[in-house]
């Protein structure tokens, strides 16, 4: 061993207590790294953690990130090898998978809708640096509705939804079938769409300043204002230390007045974020237009740090807003901070959707290519119930929505919040049924037998009951769609179900693998991406083959021993 090696570890807490003095002694420095840290340099880990960082941080109120990029530049080797997820102060919802259920004992399954799409564009961000996604990022019901798909839309606006059920074999579970649950919304022509009023409130603090945070999220912005129309208006709500109005209510037609507000956004300071979105529905609500779609947008890293940060009264607060008529859509950007859990939970008290921005197309994508669906509300508190037949089917497990389940009794009460539904848009659910036949691999049989009934005359051959209920925009009372199942009706493989139901089985099952559930552990990676490659389809926009490649990145890092497991 070299002697530079050998001493190498010794000298480590002299260079941390080198840059400490020199963090002291730069006031200066300091505050423009707090206010604008430029974002670490690919690949970059950092291997120093603990007490003293958190302790330095304390004192000179340098965010922890910041000073680990500052010691990561330091120019000595990395002693350990480099973590295998992704790592840093990132939160997300804690939230265990769904389990089995017993049809003799809860036969009715009930969860609102989800039209958000941010976990996905997070694991594709985490995958694509090589890194495997934390699974508690990973929720397969955000996965599976990122994708558009071709199923059948109703034919006029005042029946907002057309529903259609798919039954076929498990792809991972051949005693199992899978129940397809689709609903897709009408969809606005672009004469029909009525004018937006928005309001965007814009985080500008200092953790803001990275690349992919606020510079991204500008050129989103200035897509997003290219395709306002004369009728449209738009505000411009900034917060840090405090709130400032960037930008007055401004119609369409002034977009040059529009892209300057823009441009001039700058990075600095704290997140007083309570008192942004305060600001922000005050300015919404001011300007309320009774025949516009009345919504704030809200972008951010979701690193509230100053004022009211309990995420109980925020989401209180949000949630007395809803019957103000203003709806709320979140972006979340960055990597490293993100407070994912937050974000959810906003956008789950508030009327609106939450996405991720990774990329400019992502960008794209959400601020201008779906502006349609994501803006235009066709449907309020979108919720779904399953009943099924225990004659039929032993056992149900829904994939995903594990932090979208209701209770029985919230169906049929209007006064319990779901989630909403804009134009075009398409919800996606999968439940892995286990047919009667199988009831005895689940459980022992009751020592004194169940009192069931024989299901009605003439719902004999039905497997399920799936059930809608949802709003129009404004009403205060939910209509009900309704479809029954029939066993008939299921596919005797899975080539010959439909291709869009193959594809969501292929992305419910990558979700799956991703947050390790045990239901998939011995369905591969391979076995997934043919899957998916074989329900590709029409692509036009390279979405499908992009999930493939994510696909095979992850079975890539799994032989290279680089995530964790297989």
Request: net charge positive; hydrophobic share 40%.
């Amino acid at each position: 061993m070299s002697r530079s090696r050998a001493t190498l570890p010794a000298a480590l807490p002299l260079l941390a207590a080198t840059l400490l003095l020199a963090a002291c002694s730069a006031p200066q420095q300091l505050q423009a790294d707090k206010a604008a840290a430029p974002p670490p340099a690919p690949g970059t880990r950092v291997e120093m953690t603990g007490s003293a960082i958190s302790s330095y941080s304390g004192y000179t109120g340098v965010p922890p990130a910041t000073f680990q990029r500052r010691l990561a530049a330091v120019p000595y080797p990395t002693p350990h090898p480099s973590p295998s997820y992704a790592t840093g102060a990132e939160r997300f919802p804690d939230a265990q998978a769904n389990r089995a259920v017993l049809v003799d004992e809860q036969p009715v399954s009930t969860f609102s809708s989800d039209v958000d799409t941010a976990s996905y564009a997070y694991v594709r961000r985490q995958l694509s640096a090589g890194r495997m996604p934390p699974p508690a990022a990973v929720r397969v019901e955000e996965m599976v509705n990122y994708f558009p798909y071709t199923y059948a839309a109703p034919g006029k606006a005042s029946q907002p939804f057309a529903l259609a059920t798919g039954l076929m074999p498990s792809p991972w579970n051949a005693d199992n079938q899978l129940l397809h649950v689709a609903v897709r919304g009408y969809d606005l022509q672009h004469a029909e769409r009525p004018p937006m009023n928005v309001v965007l409130l814009v985080d500008v603090s200092g953790s803001m300043a990275p690349q992919d945070r606020l510079p991204l999220l500008k050129q989103g912005f200035r897509l997003f204002a290219q395709g306002l129309r004369e009728q449209d208006r738009v505000a411009i709500v900034t917060y840090a230390n405090g709130t400032t109005v960037a930008l007055e209510p401004t119609t369409g037609s002034d977009k040059q007045k529009i892209l300057d507000a823009i441009d001039a956004l700058q990075a600095a300071g704290g997140t007083a974020g309570r008192d942004g979105l305060e600001r922000a529905y005050t300015m919404a609500e001011r300007h309320f237009d009774a025949k516009a779609v009345n919504r704030i947008i809200l972008a951010t890293d979701g690193d509230f740090n100053i004022g009211v940060r309990d995420p109980r009264q925020l989401e209180t607060f949000i949630a007395g807003k809803r019957k103000s008529g203003v709806y709320l859509s979140i972006f979340g950007v960055g990597d490293g901070n993100l407070n994912d859990a937050l974000i959810q939970r906003l956008t789950q008290s508030g009327n609106g959707n939450a996405a991720y921005i990774d990329s400019l197309l992502e960008a794209r994508k959400a601020l201008q290519g779906e502006l349609g669906s994501t803006m235009f509300p066709i449907a309020n508190d979108v919720k779904m119930q399953v009943e099924f037949n225990p004659a039929r089917v032993a056992a149900y497990r829904l994939i995903g929505y594990e932090t979208r389940m209701l209770a029985r009794q919230d169906f049929k009460d209007d006064k319990v919040d779901a989630g909403d539904m804009g134009a075009g848009h398409t919800v996606t659910a999968i439940y892995e049924i286990t047919p009667a036949a199988g009831a005895a691999k689940l459980v022992d049989p009751l020592r004194y037998g169940t009192a069931k009934k024989a299901a009605p005359v003439g719902k004999g051959d039905e497997l399920a009951f799936v059930r809608v209920r949802y709003k129009l925009p404004g009403a205060s009372k939910s209509r009900l769609a309704e479809q029954p199942v029939r066993q008939g009706s299921a596919r005797a493989t899975l080539a010959a179900a439909p291709a869009d139901q193959r594809f969501a089985a292929a992305v419910a099952a990558f979700g799956q693998r991703l947050r390790g559930e045990p239901q998939v552990s011995d369905y591969s990676y391979a076995d997934i991406a043919t899957l998916a490659s074989d329900a590709r389809g029409a692509d036009p926009d390279g979405y499908r083959a992009e999930f493939v490649k994510l696909v095979r990145m992850a079975e890539s890092l799994g032989q290279a021993g680089a995530a964790g497991r297989p």
